[in-house]
């Protein structure tokens, strides 16, 4: 009975307290077990989910963008976008994202695209489009990658930025398709203006033409002040505007007038200056320069050089004075385009320079004696003449005329006593014009004949001999020694006339009466 009575007894109280010491047990020990089990997951996932890449414009825009016209990049290439792995930079050109779907999006301008930014960020500046327009974007706004590039199509804008806050916009870029464990970073360009399509009718060209009208450079509007000024002046294109920069700044910058800032003047200029010109070179000598020194200027009358004696002097190393006398060349040029011989580049003038100087060494070194050959040549074709094997009796080459026409000849007494007279047989005498002067006004001409006979035939031969047998000389004096040799050739030549009018005199003595 008291066994009953101890289990009656104990049954309601010891059941329930051994099954919630047994259930808190349990529930303990299987808490334990799970949180290993969950702390073993998550780091599994987030070493899966720390690849991180990122969206990015391999091309930059190319600028100014209008409405309806398609956005391009440099050289007017197709946008490309690529997936990106930020640690290295490189393609991601295989895995998850590698051929994914992207979307192109008009981002605020005003977007810091150098903070780390959100998700919801990005979205929260992408512009939509205004009431009643059409979307902002149109065209394929989706691209596809293919090896980690995708590249955009046609594409434009519907509307102008001048409505949005920052007045600009960005396109963006953004993953339409998701991938566990793989998170992708939006892509954003630089800020730009979109302008109207009516405006590309007064768009500025970067780099501008040689033939571009005048306002296409920066800071000259259309029809306005600056425009003006300029057509009243003549200055139409931008290759006038250069040309009038490097012969006379001043004066250009006096026709633009104080409403041009300095900061618009250098910005203008800057413009001008990245025309591309086509590398001719063009050279001017003045006619009284006799071709031996000149300017040399390129198609927008820059001076690059100045040319003497057949020398090219660049302008880096001319002197201040000299420049200012290399523009006032470059503007006689510019009124004598008949006398300006132009050059395909600068190496075809050094190549026609290099040559003249080389021809004009040799001719100098090679004169008298070419000269002197040339001569004989000539001779015979007239008169029979040639050389060697010539006699003095065959120097039939000067008439009376010219020998009259010379002028007297002086005549110098010798012998007070006899009376008579001698010409001064001295080598000056000989390259003088005096012996000819004197044999038309001497009183008594027999003097001369006498003379003259007396020299004998042989040794004039052997005078003209010695001439002819001198070599050029390929030196500093050859100049001197050929001027030499010609000084005594003419002398000859000269001495020879007196000797064969004396000798005409002599045998026709009427022609003393006539001279």
């Known amino acids: 009975m008291r066994l009953q009575t101890v289990k009656h007894l104990l049954e309601p109280v010891l059941e329930p307290l051994i099954r919630k010491v047994v259930k808190e047990e349990v529930e303990l020990a299987l808490g334990k077990h799970l949180t290993g089990k969950k702390w073993i997951c998550e780091k599994e996932t987030l070493a899966l989910e720390s690849r991180n890449l990122q969206l ?42 590698s051929s994914a779907k992207v979307e192109i999006v008009v981002i605020e301008g005003d977007f810091d695209s150098d903070s780390h930014w959100t998700v919801e960020e990005f979205s929260n500046n992408i512009v939509r489009e205004r009431e009643g327009k059409k979307h902002l974007l149109n065209g394929e706004v989706f691209v596809v990658l293919n090896d ?62 040689l033939f571009d009208e005048v306002w296409r450079l920066e800071k000259i509007g259309k029809d306005g002040a600056f425009h003006k000024r300029l057509d009243r002046e003549n200055i139409k294109t931008v290759k006038d505007f250069l ?86 060349m470059v503007i006689a040029a510019l009124s004598h385009p008949d006398e300006v011989i132009m050059y395909p580049d600068e190496a075809s003038l050094m190549g026609e320079l290099l040559q003249n100087n080389m021809v004009s060494a040799s001719n100098s070194s090679a004169m008298a004696t070419s000269g002197a050959r040339n001569v004989m040549v000539a001779s015979q074709n007239v008169d029979g003449f040639d050389y060697p094997g010539a006699t003095m009796a065959g120097l039939d080459i000067f008439d009376l005329q010219t020998l009259q026409d010379s002028g007297p000849v002086r005549c110098s007494p010798q012998a ?59 030196s500093d004096v050859a100049v001197e020694k050929a001027q030499r040799r010609w000084t005594k050739l003419f002398s000859v030549l000269k001495w020879l006339s007196v000797r064969k009018l004396v000798a005409l005199r002599k045998t026709h003595p009427q022609v003393n009466s006539e001279t």
Request: charged share 20%.
């Open 416 to 474: 007070p006593a006899a009376g008579q007279y001698t010409i001064e047989a001295t080598p000056q005498a000989l390259s003088d014009d005096y012996h000819l002067r004197y044999l038309t006004n001497s009183p008594n001409p027999q003097c001369c004949q006498s003379l003259v006979l007396e020299e004998s035939q042989a040794d004039l031969q052997s005078m003209l001999d010695g001439f002819m047998s001198q070599q050029p000389l390929h």
């Open 56 to 97: 990015k414009f391999l091309t930059n825009l190319s600028l100014p963008v209008f409405t309806s016209a398609r956005i391009e990049g440099d050289d007017s290439q197709a946008i490309r976008i690529g997936l990106i792995e930020p640690s290295t930079g490189q393609i991601v050109t295989s895995g998850p994202g």
């Open 148 to 209: 980690g590039i995708g590249v955009m199509s046609e594409i434009s804008f519907t509307d102008n930025s001048s409505w949005t806050r920052s007045r600009k916009f960005r396109l963006g870029a953004r993953m339409v398709d998701q991938f566990d464990f793989v998170k992708v970073k939006e892509a954003t360009t630089e800020s730009f203006i979109v302008r109207d399509h009516r405006g590309e009718l007064y768009r500025k060209h970067h780099p501008p033409s």
């Open 243 to 328: 040309i009038q920069f490097y012969l006379n700044p001043p004066n250009l910058r006096h026709i633009l007038g104080p409403g041009m800032s300095a900061k618009m003047w250098e910005v203008t200029v800057e413009h001008a200056q990245t025309c591309v010109l086509n590398g001719s070179v063009h050279v001017y000598c003045p006619l009284a320069s006799q071709k031996k020194s000149g300017v040399v200027f390129n198609t927008v009358a820059q001076v690059l050089g100045m040319l003497k004696e057949f020398q090219y002097i660049p302008t880096e190393t001319l002197t201040e004075a000299e420049k200012v006398q290399a523009r006032g």
